[in-house]
């Protein structure tokens, strides 16, 4: 048994909250935020309004919100895009990508997303 855990430094957090965090990601993202519950999350990507393929993600269901996992590379540019929608939506997008990391927790070939606080 491999008791393993490692950081994947290529990823980011950002977190969306709200009354309209769960209508506002419905009508932005590819995959039906309903199958996302506290035991299942979701692959899903961002497009343009053309449907043009721009980010992908995975969606986390977390309290009353949700992670978005997505490339470190690209969290600055997909919360900036995240906020150009959000006009009078009630909801807050974070940037926990300096208060959070992913990590991986692994036997061989399994692993399983967790996001998991720096002390």
Do not use: W
């Given at each position: 048994?491999?008791?393993?855990?490692?950081?994947?430094?290529?990823?980011?957090?950002?977190?969306?909250?709200?009354?309209?965090?769960?209508?506002?990601?419905?009508?932005?993202?590819?995959?039906?935020?309903?199958?996302?519950?506290?035991?299942?999350?979701c692959f899903a990507?961002?497009?343009?309004?053309?449907?043009?393929?721009?980010?992908?993600?995975?969606?986390?269901?977390?309290?009353?919100?949700?992670?978005?996992?997505?490339?470190?590379?690209?969290?600055?540019?997909?919360?900036?895009?995240?906020?150009?929608?959000?006009?009078?939506?009630?909801?807050?997008?974070?940037?926990?990508?300096?208060?959070?990391?992913?990590?991986?927790?692994?036997?061989?070939?399994?692993?399983?997303?967790?996001?998991?606080?720096?002390?």
């Amino acid at each position: 048994m491999n008791n393993s855990v490692y950081i994947l430094e290529d990823r980011a957090i950002l977190y969306i909250n709200g009354l309209d965090a769960k209508d506002f990601l419905q009508n932005l993202i590819s995959n039906d935020i309903n199958k996302v519950t506290d035991e299942s999350s979701c692959f899903a990507s961002l497009l343009t309004p053309q449907g043009k393929f721009l980010y992908e993600f995975i969606v986390i269901k977390h309290k009353s919100g949700y992670f978005i996992d997505c490339e470190k590379s690209q969290s600055e540019e997909i919360f900036k895009q995240l906020n150009l929608y959000k006009i009078r939506s009630k909801v807050e997008i974070l940037n926990l990508s300096n208060e959070f990391v992913v990590a991986s927790f692994g036997m061989k070939n399994i692993y399983l997303l967790r996001v998991q606080k720096i002390f």
